[in-house]
């Protein structure tokens, strides 16, 4: 069985620039998420998604960050326009059960931003 | 904001030796739960332990919960070199939802 695949696993970009991050959850998983993960700390969720539904996205940053899950299957989290502080991983995981149990991630994507 | 805290910070230790860490939250929990992290990757579920839980075991892996204490301890026996990795304590509760809070980590390295 596939793990959650995200795309790209590195990206590096200068200040002021868009960037997007995509993610496959496993599949029949209808539960996904967003966490960012700074160096040295654990992972901070952005956004939850019920199938399409954004339904615990209180802790994202609204003015630059976005998110979207067409059809309820593969998900992209955009920064526009990125800043320095944006450096950290991004991290997609997945779930059977709405918000129970365990979580399945995926590899993360680092983002440098210069 | 990070509700658990783990304890130590980092801990290094020989191969075969046991390895334990703590973590210690702030509010009420429905669960918590142990993730790894090796570098470089994404987490890896370990265990979950329910609030009305007081042990739990799966396979070289002991955690325990003391919910009076708010505190959970994850015990790793006769450790592998394998075993180096992040380790991070995971809770839901009745303030957060379902929502997983993620505490600092413990850096766990195991030599050889």
């Known amino acids: 069985e596939a793990g959650v695949v995200q795309s790209p696993r590195y990206k590096i970009i200068e200040k002021k620039q868009p960037v997007a991050f995509w993610c496959n959850p496993i599949s029949g998983h209808n539960t996904l998420y967003w966490y960012r993960q700074n160096l040295g700390q654990g992972p901070e969720l952005l956004i939850r998604y019920e199938n399409e539904e954004a339904v615990d996205d209180s802790q994202l940053p609204k003015d630059r960050f976005s998110a979207e899950r067409l059809k309820g299957v593969d998900s992209t989290l955009k920064i526009q326009p990125a800043e320095l502080g944006d450096s950290a991983v991004y991290l997609c995981a997945s779930s059977l059960l709405a918000g129970v149990g365990e979580q399945f991630f995926g590899p993360g994507t680092r983002l440098t931003v210069l | ?112």
């Open chain 2, 1 to 112: 904001s990070q509700q658990g805290e783990e304890d130590p910070q980092a801990l290094s230790i020989q191969e075969g030796e046991n390895a334990t860490m703590n973590c210690s939250y702030k509010t009420s929990i429905n669960n918590l739960q142990w993730y790894r992290q090796n570098s470089g990757r994404g987490l890896v579920h370990l265990i979950l332990i329910r609030s009305n839980e007081r042990e739990k075991h799966s396979g070289r892996l002991r955690v325990t919960l003391d919910t009076s204490k708010k505190s959970s301890s994850l015990l790793i026996t006769a450790s592998r070199a394998a075993d180096t990795a992040s380790y991070f304590c995971a809770t839901d509760g009745e303030t957060s939802g379902s929502r997983l809070t993620f505490g600092e980590g413990t850096q766990l390295t195991v030599n050889p």
